[in-house]
């Protein structure tokens, strides 16, 4: 039987997700960019493993790929700060595209999704992009100015 009930705590993880991504769609400043996308993270961790079974290997390789792409993010805005405009933005695109997992840096993805529910699958695949590829878009046009 299908059981139509929603948990408290699903809404908070969904909500962690929304606020997240729209804190980062919303702000161009660098830390509003760095905390929508963690909130992405860490809303996302828990949605991988709902049910707290023990499966720890999508878990921390999907935390492994995410902490490497905001420290290349992180690495491209200090890179930014002391003017050092092409490797910051370099480094910055570098690990956006590692966070959203595009080509090239995407061999992560599907070793992450496999045997996972619908819900983390979609959400993975779609909502989990946006940020990413919105701060990259943006990455991208001050690029060509």
Not at 43 to 60: A, K, M, R, T
Not at 107 to 125: F, M, Q, T
Request: glycine share 8%; hydrophobic share 50%.
């Amino acid at each position: 039987m299908v059981s139509f009930v929603v948990r408290p705590i699903k809404l908070v993880r969904l909500g962690v997700i929304l606020i997240g991504t729209i804190l980062r769609v919303r702000r161009e400043e660098l830390v509003g960019v760095w905390l929508g996308l963690e909130l992405n993270l860490y809303g996302f961790l828990v949605i991988i493993n709902p049910d707290g079974h023990y499966s720890p290997e999508p878990c921390v390789k999907y935390f492994v790929v995410q902490r490497t792409g905001s420290i290349l993010i992180l690495v491209g805005f200090v890179s930014l700060i002391e003017q050092h405009v092409v490797r910051g933005l370099v480094m910055s695109t570098a690990g956006t595209v590692l966070k959203s997992g595009v080509f090239p840096l995407h061999s992560w993805v599907p070793s992450i999704i496999k045997n996972r529910r619908w819900l983390a699958r979609g959400l993975i695949l779609t909502w989990q992009k946006v940020a990413p590829l919105v701060f990259l878009s943006i990455i991208l046009h001050s690029k060509s100015l």
